[in-house]
């Protein structure tokens, strides 16, 4: 039966059977001095293998197993004499904890792991670095199962942190089990793991590793946000992303249900989302949304809004409502409070044009509308931008006396290979609003729009 490990010299001291001549010399650390003290060390160490060497030929098992206890004790000593290791616990888990972030910022996404090595260096940091609790509270990479499941329990009861790029080969139960923990929950951010571009000869691929393609490939995070207490207290950031999933996601059907009181960024990428299961809070201040055929009416989308008077920034992708505004008479424009500074669309020109109806923004906004779906100037664009004038609280033709920061259009599409872009910037505009469309010069397939 193997002994049970020991962390420090106090406890190996406690021990029952440790010889006589390692104990005297273990009370006596650190004296006369490190130097000397190490040179003890070293030769008692080398006389007990020596010892050991003798015994084996003996087989004397019981009594080398007193020697190689002993050995351990006097390497725990020689181990703790250097001056990192006589450094407080509290300043050692502080190096520990820069350490863990370096890597996660600064290696690529295989090697941010790397940093557990330095709890193997030595008896003392394992122990130091087992008993900070905020060293095993953040899951940042894509973490094998068995590792998570390690890493949870040395939590204790801290705020937990995902931030997980995941691939095919993610345990998603083991995330699971990390997810339940709601109540402790302060971030949590779900992507897929991007995989390299395939090298390239001209056009034809000629690599193939089946081994990487499961790794890079997308799963499900369904079943782990199933796993999600109703309720999370601590909880500031959600963001799950898809990208080219080949199946329909859908938040969980009680997401969430009873609210994150201070949530203030929530992401839901590439979702069958429907608007009611949302946890929107109060709180919000960035709220990206980009949904696959679910729309949400009208009068339910700004009611949503005037339930977010923090929101700074907002994205929506193919969320918009496909009712037109103008079949709620009595419906009026939401108005953005002052504080809100970013505004991203993605939809059709129609379905675009027709939400700019419905509201209004600070002069100061930041706008960015893409246009999918379409490979030319539409009606449907023409009529979006005319609605532009009437998105700014004040008087359209007053609109410029102070600053806009910028507005820029655009729309994606694969015209011969090439994206049309269609953008234009409000600097020092006259008064008398008016536009024209042109092409740039030397590039037929990018469209620029100016006012005049």
């Known amino acids: 039966m193997a002994e049970k490990p020991f962390a420090t010299v106090s406890e190996a001291l406690a021990t029952s059977f440790t010889g006589p001549a390692t104990r005297a010399l273990v009370e006596q650390y650190g004296t006369p001095s490190?130097?000397?003290?190490?040179?003890?060390?070293?030769?008692?160490?080398?006389?007990?293998?020596?010892?050991?060497c003798i015994r084996k030929t003996?087989?004397?098992?019981?009594?080398?197993?007193?020697?190689?206890?002993?050995?351990?004790?006097?390497?725990?000593?020689q181990n703790s004499t250097p001056t990192v290791n006589r450094l407080p616990p509290?300043?050692?888990?502080?190096?520990f904890l820069t350490l863990f972030w370096t890597m996660e910022r600064e290696y690529e996404e295989d090697k941010k792991v790397c940093w557990i090595f330095s709890t193997h260096v030595c008896r003392h940091w394992r122990a130091v670095a087992l008993g900070c609790a905020a060293l095993w509270t953040n899951f940042m990479f894509d973490m094998q199962g068995e590792l998570i499941r390690t890493i949870l329990p040395r939590s204790k009861n801290l705020p937990l942190s995902v931030a997980m790029k995941c691939g095919g080969l993610t345990d998603i139960d083991a995330l699971g089990e990390v997810l339940s923990q709601t109540t402790?929950?302060?971030?949590?951010?779900?992507?897929?793991?991007?995989?390299?571009?395939?090298?390239q000869l001209g056009r034809r691929r000629f690599y193939f590793d089946p081994k990487l393609d499961q790794r890079y490939e997308p799963p499900s995070f369904t079943p782990a946000l199933g796993r999600m207490g109703p309720f999370a207290p601590l909880l500031t950031t959600v963001s799950v992303s898809y990208t080219n999933h080949r199946v329909v996601e859908r938040l969980p059907e009680n997401f969430l249900s009873e609210g994150a009181p201070a949530l203030q960024?929530?992401?839901?990428?590439?979702?069958?989302?429907?608007?009611?299961?949302i946890p929107f809070s109060s709180t919000l201040k960035t709220l990206h949304l980009v949904s696959d055929d679910n729309y949400p009416e009208f009068p339910v989308m700004l009611e949503t809004f005037r339930g977010l008077p923090l929101l700074e920034r907002l994205t929506l992708g193919d969320i918009l409502p496909q009712c037109r505004f103008s079949e709620f008479p009595g419906l009026k424009p939401f108005t953005f409070g002052n504080q809100f500074k970013h505004l991203s669309l993605e939809d059709s020109g129609v379905e675009i044009g027709n939400f700019l109806l419905g509201i209004r923004v600070p002069k100061t906004t930041f706008i960015n509308i893409q246009f999918i779906g379409f490979l030319d100037w539409t009606h449907g664009i023409d009529w979006c931008v005319k609605n532009i004038r009437d998105l700014w609280r004040d008087d359209p033709l007053d609109w410029t006396k102070e600053g806009i920061h910028s507005l820029e259009l655009s729309y994606t599409g694969n015209l011969n290979e090439r994206h049309s872009q269609l953008e234009f910037r409000f600097g020092g505009v006259p008064e008398t609003l008016g536009w024209r469309y042109q092409l740039d010069e030397g590039d037929p397939h990018r469209n620029r729009m100016s006012f005049n």
């Open 90 to 95: 509290e300043v050692l888990s502080h190096i």
């Open 265 to 277: 960024h929530l992401k839901l990428h590439n979702f069958d989302l429907h608007w009611l299961r």
């Open 34 to 52: 490190i130097l000397e003290y190490k040179e003890k060390l070293a030769s008692r160490i080398l006389e007990l293998e020596h010892d050991i």
């Open 184 to 199: 402790r929950l302060r971030h949590v951010v779900l992507s897929p793991r991007i995989g390299p571009n395939p090298p």
């Open 58 to 77: 003996r087989q004397n098992a019981a009594r080398i197993l007193e020697l190689e206890h002993d050995i351990r004790i006097l390497k725990t000593c």
